[in-house]
Structure formats: structure tokens, C-alpha cells
């Protein structure tokens, strides 16, 4: 969703705003760069709040978010997604009917779990990027726990100390409701640009859902990634390209 609305990762995009990173240390995109060893958490701060401004703040919803929205907004529906930069809050869409599974850039947490909260980062996050220089953030800006005091990091599901806050859980909570409500309703199972990296977490259970459910039909949106099981073939779609240009001719 978010690439097709051109919030891309590599590219003309990535040395726009990180050449400075790819020159001193060869990172080649976004996603890869977060990953990086970086010496200090001075440099590790220049990133990744560099990387959430973009991201997160610096950015207005994209096409394919608007037009989602166009043609479920008069429906019962609820969306789960593994997306972390809040595209689907800023084109409009209820909090109430988002499940954010993977975490939010917009959110710290301790990386011990402390308490199971995490924190707003917008105004620390525009305050490093303000006053960053050559790729380091003042030391003073270190965001810490304030339990522990141990450094604070990005809430991302990268390991088994990510935090599900009490929001998580109210969402989990909500998207089982739904999902109970409807298993045996006529129910459309849109999938939007899945592919294998985490199907556990949307792709399997859609299949589950359709094989289980004869009143559904699964629908998948995938630029060379679309696959239907045999099982249900009777009950799907499957349309290889562009999520925004497809969400377009669908509401046009």
C-alpha cells in the first residue's frame, strides 16, 4: 500500500533524504539501514529519527489509502495490517477499526518492556531532526525509560520483547470480535499487497477464513505476488498490479 503510494524505501527517495548515511557507511535503502550497527546512539538516533520524520510525520496519506477508504467507508468493515508509518489514521480511517499488529514509528518503547507501555515520539522525533549534525543527535536527546533508564527504542515487532501496549490489546481484542461476528457472513477478504515475509499474520488466516466460511470471497491485490489455494478457487480473485491504480478503476 505504502510503496504504491510512492512512500518508497530505495531509490531517488532514499538518497533524498539519506545520502549523507549511504556515502560513510554504503547503506542502499531504508529498510536495510535500520538494521545497521551504528557506533553511537548518537548516530543510531540521526537515523532512525530521520527515518520516522519521513515516514511518519513528514508525509500526508497516500492515493491508494484515500481511495480505500472511498469504497469501505459506508460498510461494516476492519482492517489489520503489518504497515507501521499510520497511513490509514492520517487518509482517515476509524481508530477503532485498525489493528496495527507489527507496532507504530510513532511510538518508543523500552527495550526490556518495562511496565508494557510505550511513548509518543512526535515532538522528540521533530527535535532531533532540528538539531542533528553530521549524522548525530545531541547526546542530551537520547530518549531513556523512564523506569529503568535504559535507552529507549522504536516500537517494531523485530523480536520477542516487543511491547503490546494496552491499545494493542484493545485492537486484537476488537479485530477478534469482528472476525467472530462475521464467520459465517458474506464477507469480502480483501488483501492488499501481501507477501510471504510475514503470511502468518494476514495472508494464512484470510485462507483459513475463506476455506472455512463458504459465504466469503477472498480478493487478492498483488503486483506479481498473487496466489489462490485450489481449495477455494471457486471463491476468489486474484488481480496482479498497481494497488492504487487498481482502487482507482474499482471506485471509478
Not at 61 to 67: D, I, L, R
Not at 136 to 146: G, Y
Not at 165 to 175: C, I
Not at 188 to 212: D, H, R, S
Request: charged letters at 30%.
Amino acid at each position: 500500500m505504502s510503496e504504491s503510494a510512492g512512500l518508497t524505501y530505495s531509490g531517488e527517495r532514499f538518497y533524498r533524504y539519506f545520502s549523507d548515511f549511504h556515502q560513510k557507511y554504503g547503506i542502499t535503502d531504508m529498510y536495510s539501514g535500520g538494521f545497521y550497527p551504528f557506533g553511537s546512539l548518537e548516530e543510531y538516533w540521526a537515523w532512525w529519527s530521520r527515518h520516522i520524520y519521513v515516514n511518519r510525520y513528514d508525509v500526508k496519506a497516500g492515493k491508494p489509502y484515500n481511495e480505500l477508504l472511498k469504497l469501505v467507508k459506508e460498510k461494516d468493515f476492519f482492517v489489520i495490517t503489518t504497515n507501521v508509518d499510520h497511513q490509514f489514521r492520517k487518509a482517515g480511517f476509524d481508530k477503532k477499526r485498525l489493528f496495527y499488529t507489527q507496532g507504530d514509528y510513532g511510538l518508543w518503547q523500552c527495550p526490556d518492556g518495562c511496565k508494557g507501555m510505550t511513548f509518543d515520539n512526535e515532538k522528540e522525533v521533530r527535535r532531533m531532526v532540528k538539531e542533528q549534525k553530521e549524522m548525530r543527535i545531541p547526546s542530551e536527546l537520547i530518549p531513556k525509560c523512564p523506569f529503568c533508564g535504559k535507552p529507549l527504542t522504536v516500537n517494531l515487532r523485530t523480536d520477542d520483547r516487543f511491547v503490546q501496549d494496552d491499545g494493542w490489546y484493545a485492537a486484537a481484542k476488537r479485530y477478534r470480535e469482528f472476525t467472530e461476528h462475521n464467520k459465517s457472513r458474506h464477507i469480502l477478504l480483501l488483501e492488499l499487497g501481501v507477501g510471504f515475509n510475514t503470511p502468518g499474520i494476514i495472508k494464512y488466516p484470510f485462507w483459513q477464513i475463506a476455506m472455512e466460511n463458504q459465504q466469503s470471497v477472498y480478493c487478492s491485490i498483488n503486483l506479481g505476488q498473487g496466489i489462490i489455494p485450489d481449495e477455494m478457487k471457486d471463491r476468489a480473485i486474484c488481480i496482479d498490479g498497481d494497488i492504487g491504480e487498481v482502487l482507482e478503476r474499482i471506485y471509478v
